[in-house]
T-cell receptor, first 115, second 109 residues
Framework: DAGITQSPRYKITETGRQVTLMCHQTWSHSYMFWYRQDLGHGLRLIYYSAAADITDKGEVPDGYVVSRSKTENFPLTLESATRSQTSVYFC??????????????FGEGSWLTVV | QKEVEQDPGPLSVPEGAIVSLNCTYSNSAFQYFMWYRQYSRKGPELLMYTYSSGNKEDGRFTAQVDKSSKYISLFIRDSQPSDSATYLCAPGGSYIPTFGRGTSLIVHP
């Protein structure tokens, strides 16, 4: 089925470990995004990509690394996980930057707990 | 001051009530005003959007923008338990929209 899928959906990891969250979309959307959602802060943009091999920082990029070698994939890596990175992570994609009627399509989320 | 302010709630109403959800924003360059709905343990999905000031109606939902006061509203008529969700406002321009914190709405039968 077409859509945007994230994996893993649930992950528990230890402080200091490297974790990669995967994201795959089947629409060939140019834009892809990574958000984190926390109580009290809402949805915050971590990184985004306007096209393959083009990435840019969002509001909260520290401690995260992204890459986009193929249009359909946009993995997010936590290089050395910290407890403050415990959160729900949403990958999203859009044909454009997401304004107006150009919908941002979100994945189901990845629940990450760092212990 | 955050670019987008939204009361997190929760807002609890009886079925059939008219609901008003609101956001304020600070960036006068915002031209597009989106509302996303997020059900529990799901990703947000676009509910509706408006361009510039004015009203837009879609079924039981009406989005209203007042650019002079930088105030965005979403009205839900005849609210249903299935409307229970978090509603995020997302104003933007020709760039990535900024999401509000979201307001949690609970419609009880």
């Amino acid at each position: 089925d077409a859509g945007i899928t994230q994996s893993p959906r649930y992950k528990i990891t230890e402080t200091g470990r490297q974790v990669t969250l995967m994201c795959h979309q089947t629409w060939s959307h140019s834009y892809m995004f990574w958000y984190r959602q926390d109580l009290g802060h809402g949805l915050r943009l971590i990184y985004y990509s306007a096209a393959a091999d083009i990435t840019d920082k969002g509001e909260v990029p520290d401690g995260y690394v992204v890459s986009r070698s193929k249009t359909e994939n946009f993995p997010l890596t936590l290089e050395s996980a910290t407890r403050s990175q415990t959160s729900v992570y949403f990958c999203a994609s859009s044909a454009t930057e997401g304004s107006g009627g150009n919908t941002i399509y979100f994945g189901e989320g990845s629940w990450l707990t760092v212990v | 001051q955050k670019e987008v302010e939204q009361d997190p709630g929760p807002l609890s109403v009886p079925e059939g009530a008219i609901v008003s959800l609101n956001c304020t924003y600070s960036n006068s360059a915002f031209q597009y005003f989106m509302w996303y709905r997020q059900y529990s343990r799901k990703g947000p999905e676009l509910l509706m959007y408006t361009y510039s000031s004015g009203n837009k109606e879609d079924g039981r939902f009406t989005a209203q923008v007042d650019k002079s006061s930088k105030y965005i509203s979403l009205f839900i008529r005849d609210s249903q338990p299935s409307d229970s969700a978090t509603y995020l406002c997302a104003p933007g321009g020709s760039y990535i929209p900024t999401f509000g914190r979201g307001t949690s709405l609970i419609v009880h039968p």
